[in-house]
């Protein structure tokens, strides 16, 4: 690594992204001057920086001889290798900004849809607040270990974090041609991964609707390539993936039983996705899925009047609209 950054430039930006005024009313010391980047590198050979940013924490405790709390936060990037504009007339390729699974862009970066607005609190405190919409505060499935202490919590989000470096708290952000957007749609917007899934699941609800049967060879496959994507690509918290195996392996044993409501193809699948998604976006699936078999179930019955006959619908078409409903809303 070797000093190719401009620290002033880097303390500069982070003040303007952070708030001058939020600085100055917060616990860093000295507020926004109190900011130090002059540890930031970049190597020339691969791009890649090194941002550090050194500030000191005042304890807001009312008593004296507590010295400030020396605080550091490093992150990695790779230098821009983008779009430029290619003429002073070129209106058609302004930047707008995206994030993975957003349905949206925006034309500011500070967009507060793009702007998390970490802001801290107390444990002890968690109970009564609420977020914009009203809703609770749950526990980060990632970070959250301890019952006491401070936390983090954005206004928009239904989790409390312990760790400011919690993936929950980051939102990965890509800058892209407003052209490039537009002409993709909510496409663009969804990982490979999660357009993949949604295709084999389509194909397999097609299959289990028509000769209401999945081959186990096809499943096998399907799990092959969920590990061998898990493995691959390093993106997967593996306890959680376990636990949401555990809980398809369940399922899959559920099947010998006398009053078996699913078949083995149906556990087979549920055993997959819970390796995906792991045991919290199973269960969100799952809830979905059932709920909506349930509501088709009840029609069918009150219409039909088949109160003493049993009804029998393919799993996979409720486990597709499951998984792409929490695609949509951002919860998977």
């Keep these: 690594m070797t000093q190719m950054l401009m620290p002033s430039r880097i303390e500069n930006d982070l003040v303007y992204a952070v ?17 130090d980047c002059s540890r930031s590198k970049m190597s020339a050979r691969t791009g890649i920086g090194k941002l550090t940013a050194e500030y000191q924490v005042v304890i807001p405790v009312p008593l004296f001889g507590i010295a400030p709390v020396k ?38 970066y500070h967009c507060s849809h793009l702007d998390l607005s970490i802001r801290m609190t ?29 936390i983090y919590i954005t206004n928009s989000g239904d989790r409390y974090h312990s760790s400011l470096s919690c993936s ?17 749609g909510p496409v663009q917007m969804w990982t490979i991964s999660k357009v993949l899934a949604m295709a084999v699941l389509t194909g397999l609800s097609v299959m289990d609707y028509r000769i ?11 799990m092959a390539g969920v590990i061998i994507y898990q493995v691959l690509t390093g ?8 636990a949401g195996g555990l809980s398809g392996i369940l399922f899959y044993g559920s099947v010998k039983l006398p009053m078996k409501r699913l078949g083995m193809g149906d556990s087979l699948a549920i055993l997959i996705l819970g390796i995906y998604l792991g045991i919290w976006g199973l269960l969100e699936v799952l809830m979905t899925a059932f ?42």
């Design 168 to 184: 929950g708290l980051k939102r990965t952000i890509y800058a892209i041609p407003i052209s490039e957007a537009a002409g993709k």
């Design 19 to 35: 708030g001058e005024e939020r600085l100055g009313r917060s616990i860093v010391r000295g507020g926004s001057s109190g900011i």
């Design 71 to 108: 605080c550091s936060e490093t992150m990695k990037i790779k230098a821009w290798s983008g779009y430029e504009r290619e003429g002073w007339m070129d209106t058609g390729n302004d930047t707008v900004y995206v994030t993975e699974t957003g349905l949206v862009y925006h034309k500011d």
């Design 212 to 222: 209401r049967k999945v081959p186990r060879d096809v499943l096998l496959l399907c």
């Design 291 to 332: 709920f909506i078999l349930g509501i088709i179930g009840l029609i069918c019955v009150v219409i039909k009047k088949r109160k003493k006959k049993g009804l029998a619908f393919p799993f996979y078409p409720f486990l597709t609209v499951g998984y792409l409903l929490g695609v949509c809303i951002g919860g998977i």
């Design 122 to 150: 107390h444990l002890e405190l968690v109970e009564g607040l609420r977020n914009e919409n009203g809703g609770k505060y749950y526990p980060c499935e990632h970070c959250v270990k301890r019952k006491r202490g401070n």
């Design 235 to 242: 993106n997967v918290d593996w306890k959680l993936s376990v």
